[in-house]
């Protein structure tokens, strides 16, 4: 993260992207990721700081409207739960300091578990990027088996099924036959998971989203339109700061 140089009283932090299709400096807030500012290859950096105060107003109501629509229990800092509605279940967060300690899972029951990481709480980068561990090995235990037996169940079949943390998709497959699933599906309703599970084992009979993809889907899943949608919108269930990842 890069900070505003000029000598201001509140400055603003913000992430440099350089890229060589961008042919002028653009801005843009992220839930997680914060302001970044995308810019030309040859662009001199030292003029970015004047062009970030120059759009202070923007910037500030762009993180209030992101904050906002954020949920409560994911502004704090440091996480202190995980609600994997996927699982029905809740994960506590605990931190212990002594080093070279690894995550420490201790199930209280079916729907409660206690986690407990050695990253220093002060450190986003290493806690998110521990508690994404968790997750991706969480999701490897449930996500394969459940998408097994919805293709069971409808006579479905695939090559392999991996665990990924992309950023701006549920899910994926490719023509060969490898299926894509976020870790980020364990925040989700059982329902969206279904529906998303379902959307990408259609694609093992229709590559494209062609209206006979979405009759077909719709045989597998009634309604798959409306959740489809609903799916448009679930990206809030998701922690934010999950971003800071590595």
Same mark, same amino acid.
């Given at each position: ?12 932090? =913000? @992430?440099? %992207?350089?890229?060589? &299709?961008?042919?002028?400096?653009? *801005?843009?807030?992220?839930?997680? /990721?914060?302001?970044? $500012? ?95 561990? =968790? @997750?991706? %090995?969480?999701?490897? &235990?449930?996500?394969?088996?459940? *998408?097994?037996?919805?293709?069971? /169940?409808?006579?479905? $079949? ?89």
């Amino acid at each position: 993260m890069t900070q505003l140089s000029l000598e201001l009283d509140n400055p603003l932090d =913000y @992430l440099v %992207v350089v890229s060589a &299709r961008a042919r002028r400096l653009s *801005l843009r807030v992220e839930p997680g /990721r914060g302001v970044i $500012v995308t810019i030309p290859k040859r662009f001199p950096k030292r003029d970015i700081p004047a062009f970030v105060e120059s759009n202070r107003a923007w910037i500030e109501n762009a993180l209030s409207d992101v904050e906002a629509r954020t949920p409560e229990e994911y502004r704090c800092w440091p996480p202190q739960q995980l609600h994997l509605k996927a699982m029905w279940k809740s994960v506590n967060i605990g931190f212990v300091q002594n080093e070279g300690v690894e995550n420490q899972q201790n199930a209280t029951n079916d729907k409660e578990e206690k986690l407990l990481i050695s990253a220093d709480p002060s450190d986003k980068v290493a806690v998110a990027t521990e508690l994404a561990h =968790y @997750l991706s %090995v969480t999701a490897t &235990r449930f996500l394969p088996s459940l *998408l097994a037996r919805h293709a069971q /169940r409808h006579g479905l $079949v695939y090559k392999r099924v991996q665990i990924r943390g992309q950023r701006s998709v549920w899910g994926s497959y490719s023509s060969t036959g490898t299926l894509s699933l976020n870790y980020k599906l364990l925040f989700l309703p059982p329902e969206l998971v279904d529906y998303v599970l379902l959307h990408e084992l259609a694609h093992t009979l229709y590559l494209d989203h062609s209206p006979k993809f979405w009759r077909q889907l719709e045989v597998f899943q009634p309604g798959a339109k409306a959740l489809d949608k609903r799916l448009n919108e679930a990206g809030r269930n998701v922690p934010p700061w999950l971003e800071w990842a590595r």
